[in-house]
């Protein structure tokens, strides 16, 4: 991220991106959009030149989308994806050529303490989105973004893969394991209904990145600590996590809606995990992004507050996406790391907006 402030507008126009012409003049939808994944999604269709359109829940005060003031997106709907009869009015009135799934409550913690919350945006909220699309035709495809945390984790040190058994201990893979079920269910209503929508999943690990302000997760927990002049709080400083910059899942997504778009033929679900190169725990990221921030305090482990138990040892296989859709990491876990904290420092230099810009070209159209 060299290029300097003042000339994003001749570098980052929307269509410039060449690698994803695909999009180009297509018409798509993202559930919750103003979440951290969707903003990021979302800006990248729009650079790819497509017509892209949300549906999600107000945005968080601060988060990425809130400090984007211009996304380049044709509209925003509030919508809760827990009201069926909403649900179905928005896409009894809108067409898309493909749909982005994201809306959902996305954290392990907040599961425990909002559960019935939980399982009714995941599981009924999906259920609602894909019945809709069917009764209505209202896209051509759909594609479900899951977890890693899918599948039924046994702490073992291998990469769960797509054929493994799906499960969850806690309510947020509970949910979105239950969330897979009802993705494989409306596969059969689609072919039961003579309907020709499509229905894959995506499965992703632990992302991070700019403009990430979730509560309880790891590296805005330890950019937060920056601002507030401590030591960072860690907890599970062992565990291991399937780590991944957030335009390396978004670039499997992508290229699930291209061939998705081109009409040809795909698994039902699909893995985006790291590379081996990235098996870092949770202590090791927090080294080295205290590492990369000039006057950081550093971090502790905390040890004397019980929490909801969290898995200690998760990682995918991507092996079926290498093959099927010639996907691959290009930012390993640390690389991860320095986008994100590169990714702060710009945006406080210049804004969110030019933050994400950059790296999103330098990704899709400078990284091999």
């Known amino acids: 991220m060299g290029c300097e402030s003042g000339t994003l507008e001749n570098l980052v126009t929307p269509g410039m991106l060449s690698k994803l012409n695909a999009f180009k003049g297509k018409r798509f939808l993202v559930t919750g959009h103003t979440g951290f994944k969707g903003t990021w999604i979302s800006r990248t269709l729009v650079l790819a030149g497509a017509e892209v359109h949300g549906l999600a829940l107000s945005p968080e005060l601060g988060s990425i989308f809130s400090r984007i003031k211009d996304l380049g997106i044709q509209s925003s709907t509030t919508l809760d994806i827990r009201n069926r009869q909403e649900v179905d009015n928005f896409f009894i009135h809108n067409k898309f050529d493909g749909v982005f799934h994201l809306a959902a409550q996305p954290l392990v913690l907040k599961s425990y303490e909002e559960p019935i919350e939980t399982f009714e945006t995941n599981v009924m909220g999906t259920a609602h989105i894909l019945d ?67 229905i894959c999943a995506a499965r992703a690990g632990n992302v991070i990145g700019g403009g990430d302000i979730a509560k309880d997760r790891l590296i805005p927990d330890v950019i937060r600590s920056f601002y507030n002049d401590t030591p960072a709080v860690i907890r599970n400083p062992n565990s291991l996590r399937p780590w991944q910059h957030v335009l390396d899942p978004i670039s499997g ?116």
């Open 132 to 198: 809709s699309i069917i009764n209505h035709e209202s896209a051509q495809w759909i594609l479900v973004i899951t977890t890693d945390k899918v599948y039924k984790n046994i702490e073992v040190d291998k990469g769960y893969c797509e054929e493994d058994a799906l499960g969850g201990k806690d309510p947020y893979s509970a949910s979105k394991s239950a969330t897979e079920m009802v993705a494989e269910a409306w596969r059969s209503i689609a072919e039961h209904r003579d309907s020709k929508v499509i």
């Open 253 to 368: 997504y992508l290229r699930i809606g291209e061939m998705l778009l081109s009409q040809k033929s795909i698994a039902n679900a699909y893995n985006f995990g790291p590379s081996d190169d990235s098996r870092l725990n949770v202590e090791s990221m927090a080294k080295i992004a205290c590492s990369l921030w000039e006057g950081s305090q550093g971090y502790v482990v905390q040890t004397d507050i019980k929490q909801p138990p969290e898995s200690k040892l998760l990682w995918l296989s991507s092996v079926r996406a290498h093959l099927d859709l010639g996907w691959k990491n290009k930012l390993d876990a640390s690389s991860a790391i320095k986008w994100t904290i590169d990714w702060v420092k710009e945006s406080e230099k210049t804004d969110a907006k030019t933050a994400t810009d950059l790296q999103i070209r330098e990704y899709f159209e400078e990284i091999a």
